[in-house]
């Protein structure tokens, strides 16, 4: 670890200790204090004692532009003096709003007519479902409502957005799911869940005619859309197996069911095209987006619906007298124009080039630990990939304790300068995508080793098997 370039001297044991994942680490937390991050360049930040770290999961997926971006900052400063709070209720408006919402339009990888703003991944998710069920109200299609979401999926931790989230640790003591509407499925993870000699196309064929069954089950009249990121995130990076969503649209459509795509963490680059949806082979009815909208500088998200569905949210909000639903902060100016700046960035700075341009590094570093006998499976798309551990990676083994070989992954990697994050036993990477492929060889480097100390660490704690 450097100190802006120095040897690492502030940093001790027990503060490493300190910075497991959050869901894993608060006793240690309590002990020791947080880890305080005081300013951040580029690829890197630095830490209250001057530590410097290469911040491997551009914070949380978001900081698609690294950290200090001048023209970000000076969008933000721009704004700020000349309208620093106004509300899109009422029929008001400002220009940064409308700018990024045509903006927004031009780029979606399917026809989209309206877009409604929110603060967060979350309130994105909340405001999907309830304009679902909204939708089908105004069809007349009052008992479709029922939403299919996936184990291991991510949607967010509100609680609606929680209970569409297939994570057990978003729903052990929060008495979630909160609804008998919301349905998981199984989970597109080929190397865990795959039949023995199963292909990839077949696993995928076998998850959409499971999903076809599950809805038939519920009855087709039941059941409202269908929500799905492109990449499953923080399920640890699963990239869904070749044809899986080939073969899950027709399932969709055939039944009427809305494709809710989650572009929270995929959407504006990451995967190498501008929408996770276009990589993956999504056709999407709606589509959530926040995160990498701005940069990760202001918060701001932002649903898009397709025009059959804004005619029928139009045309009953007319007979109500309102459409009841919006937020205070929703297309806040600050944020609207720091993603119009975003957004011109990654055009003009071609970053959708970037990410295909670096991708075969990035993928072939990440998948040269694949033979590590820590390793079960090294995956990943685009800029984003994981290595998941396993005390058995012939048979897709589980550690007995989950949850706790992969944190100790990332403490090492973190006591040799490098920010991943851990998500149960697997370690997850999705860096800035401004990254050079300098830095992606920096990011990589400590990784051997910390498999090495971290394997001796299982063997000595008897988690091997």
């Known amino acids: 670890m450097a100190m802006d370039g120095g040897p690492l001297s502030n940093m001790q044991t027990r503060d490493v200790e300190a910075l497991l994942h959050p869901y894993t680490n608060a006793v240690a937390h309590r002990r020791v204090g947080p880890h305080v991050i005081e300013r951040g360049e580029g690829v890197h930040v630095y830490d209250e004692h001057g530590n410097r770290f290469i911040e491997g999961m551009a914070g949380l997926w978001c900081a698609g532009l690294g950290f200090g971006d001048a023209e970000l900052i000076e969008a933000a400063r721009e704004q700020l003096g000349r309208l620093p709070y106004y509300h899109l209720f009422g029929g008001r408006s400002f220009e940064p709003a409308v700018e990024l919402a045509e903006k927004l339009k031009d780029l979606a990888p399917a026809p989209m007519s309206k877009v409604f703003y929110q603060s967060s991944g979350s309130e994105a998710n909340e405001s999907q479902i309830k304009m679902a069920w909204y939708y089908n109200n105004a069809r007349g299609k009052t008992v479709k409502k029922k939403i299919v979401s996936r184990q291991k999926g991510y949607h967010g931790v509100s609680i609606f957005s929680a209970s569409l989230t297939g994570l057990p640790y978003n729903h052990k003591d929060f008495d979630l799911p909160v609804s008998d509407r919301v349905k998981h499925v199984g989970c597109p993870h080929h190397w865990r869940f795959a039949e023995p000699g199963e292909s990839e196309r077949d696993f995928a064929a076998r998850l959409a005619a499971e999903l076809d069954a599950f809805i038939e089950a519920e009855g087709p009249d039941t059941v409202a859309a269908f929500i799905a990121e492109p990449v499953m995130g923080a399920g640890g990076v699963i990239v869904p197996p070749e044809g899986y969503f080939e073969a899950v649209m027709p399932v969709l459509e055939k039944h009427d069911v809305l494709m809710i795509d989650d572009e929270v963490i995929c959407g504006f680059g990451r995967t190498g095209n501008w929408f996770g949806a276009t990589t993956l082979g999504m056709r999407p009815t709606s589509i959530s987006v926040a995160k990498q909208l701005t940069g990760a500088y202001v918060p701001l998200s932002a649903v898009m619906i397709n025009g059959e569905m804004a005619e029928a949210i139009e045309a009953n909000s007319g007979k109500i007298g309102v459409f009841g639903h919006g937020f205070t902060y929703g297309g806040h100016p600050l944020g609207c124009a720091v993603a119009v700046k975003t957004l011109e960035i990654y055009e003009r700075r071609d970053i959708v080039g970037q990410v295909r341009a670096k991708t075969p590094l990035f993928q072939e570093l990440l998948r040269s630990f694949a033979d590590h006998p820590l390793v079960g499976e090294a995956r990943g798309i685009g800029l984003m990939g994981a290595l998941e551990l396993s005390p058995d990676k012939k048979t897709a083994a589980a550690f007995a304790e989950p949850g706790k070989v992969g944190p100790k992954l990332a403490q090492e990697l973190l006591a040799r300068g490098v920010i991943l994050?851990?998500?149960?036993?697997?370690?997850?990477?999705?860096?800035?995508?401004?990254?050079?492929?300098?830095?992606?060889?920096?990011?990589?480097?400590?990784?051997?080793?910390?498999?090495?100390?971290?394997?001796?660490?299982?063997?000595?704690?008897?988690?091997m098997g």
Do not use: H, Q
């Open 421 to 463: 994050r851990a998500i149960g036993d697997s370690v997850a990477a999705c860096p800035p995508m401004i990254i050079t492929e300098d830095e992606i060889r920096e990011m990589f480097a400590p990784m051997e080793e910390a498999l090495d100390a971290t394997l001796a660490w299982a063997k000595a704690e008897g988690r």
